[in-house]
């Protein structure tokens, strides 16, 4: 019994498997010869120089995947023996290439699968993040926005932290392919984009199906869709392995679980109460100074920030509003009837979506050297240098700058979001009459 569960772990673990459903969905796998084996090609290691004034270099699988410690000083030992004669060995530069035509290692026979999978990663990347919490509260629902964001934040986080303690690596490359490498300096268990594409969509359902008058069979549909767009667009990718993806899915329903109704009994005294707020930032901090370190940089760590500080951001300005005075319980029974927009509420809607998106990005471009120029000021370094630089290894000075840009610039990016942004909409006329009734 034991020996089957191992079998079954180590195939959905397996590469080769991801491999093959990439060629299922008209992923072609090119390789040097013919007859050369999977086994041959994981051999095979390219150097790229870091840039032509150093010759550190940094060694890489074929399409970009990681090596172990071992193989990595095997590299280095030979850059440097060739430093030291003045004699550089001969290096394979791979292409990098984010189109679908001339990637050496690879050809999409299937272009239509490929942009669908693309669109499907995206759902749980920062930009996604970025528009579509926003335009919750602004357009559809406040109350609903904050509880969806407080399951989203303890979700990701502990799936972030789960990657950097696991520390599993994504699939081989070959016998898979790497289509995308943003994410590569990540570990690959848990899938935290399945988590998401899980938790986001299904907890808009389960906080609006007994608040709205809607089919919740079809919210159900929707988000099983959403939740398999997002999952097989990491493994089309090669970012993650299948088990990844079951891992990140089971993980997410299990804390939504308990999380779910949390939450829902729980918000209303978290923007109610000072103190719930206090502690939620404390919290929130916590788990940035507290984070699990690891003996090489990933970039978890800053999208945990990001994450925990948009939760605390939001929930800070839904205090402010309330008690400010602004903020009030809706004296109309549930359920209500969904009041689609008409033609005026419509162009208010996307005049508000469009000043309120160039606010967040005004927010984060002013914080980002806000916090830059004033900590490099205290520490007499140049900032602009420091902005520059992307050595988080040995830089602990721009990995802790870096993690304070991120947590004030998501924070004032929640605040402005809930708190200073709605009353600009309310001076220009452009407001949601019920923004404010929503608790």
């Not at 498997?17 to 010869?33: E, K, N, P, T, W």
């Not at 948009?310 to 109309?332: D, E, K, M, P, T």
């Not at 140049?382 to 700058?401: A, R």
Request: aromatic share 14%; net charge neutral; hydrophobic share 45%.
């Amino acid at each position: 019994m034991i020996s089957k569960l191992m079998e079954m772990v180590a195939h959905l673990k397996s590469p080769q498997l991801v491999a093959s459903i990439q060629q299922f969905f008209g992923v072609r796998i090119h390789y040097d010869r013919p007859d050369k084996t999977f086994q041959d090609e994981k051999e095979k290691y390219i150097c790229t120089r870091m840039n032509e004034e150093d010759y550190t270099s940094t060694c890489q699988k074929i399409n970009g995947c990681d090596i172990n410690d071992k193989q990595l000083n095997v590299c280095t030992e030979r850059t440097n023996s060739s430093k030291r004669t003045g004699v550089n060995e001969p290096m394979i530069k791979r292409e990098e290439t984010s189109t679908i035509s001339n990637n050496p290692n690879y050809t999409i026979d299937n272009p239509f699968w490929y942009y669908i999978f693309l669109f499907g990663t995206e759902l749980g990347d920062e930009i996604f993040y970025s528009t579509f919490i926003p335009f919750l509260f602004w357009n559809i629902d406040g109350a609903v926005g904050q509880r969806v964001v407080l399951v989203w934040a303890t979700v990701m986080t502990i799936g972030q932290i789960m990657k950097d303690v696991i520390r599993w690596p994504r699939p081989a490359c070959p016998p898979a392919v790497r289509l995308q490498n943003k994410w590569s300096q990540e570990y690959g268990m848990p899938s935290t984009h399945a988590m998401v594409g899980f938790t986001i969509p299904f907890s808009v359902v389960l906080f609006t199906m007994h608040k709205y008058i809607y089919p919740s069979s079809l919210g159900c549909i929707i988000a099983l869709l959403w939740c398999a767009l997002v999952s097989m667009s990491r493994l089309y990718l090669g970012m993650h392995t299948v088990l990844d993806i079951i891992a990140g899915l089971v993980l997410a329903i299990a804390l939504m679980i308990p999380l779910v109704p949390l939450v829902d009994i729980t918000n209303s005294y978290v923007i109610t109460n000072f103190w719930f707020v206090v502690i939620l930032i404390m919290v929130t901090i916590a788990v940035i100074v507290y984070y699990p370190s690891n003996y090489k940089w990933t970039p978890t760590r800053s999208d945990t920030a990001m994450v925990v500080s948009v939760a605390a951001g939001l929930h800070a300005g839904a205090w402010l509003n309330y008690y400010s005075g602004l903020l009030r319980v809706s004296q109309s029974s549930l359920p209500f009837h969904i009041v689609w927009p008409t033609y005026s509420t419509f162009s208010h809607l996307i005049i508000r979506t469009v000043l309120g998106f160039s606010g967040v990005i005004a927010t984060k471009y002013f914080c980002k050297s806000f916090s830059y120029i004033t900590i490099c000021g205290i520490l007499q370094i140049n900032w602009k240098e420091l902005m520059k630089c992307q050595d988080y290894n040995s830089n602990q000075i721009k990995v802790f700058v870096d993690l304070v840009y991120k947590y004030l610039s998501c924070f004032m990016i929640g605040l402005n979001t809930v708190y200073l942004l709605p009353q600009v909409f309310n001076m220009i006329g452009i407001d949601r009459p019920a923004f404010y009734s929503e608790i």
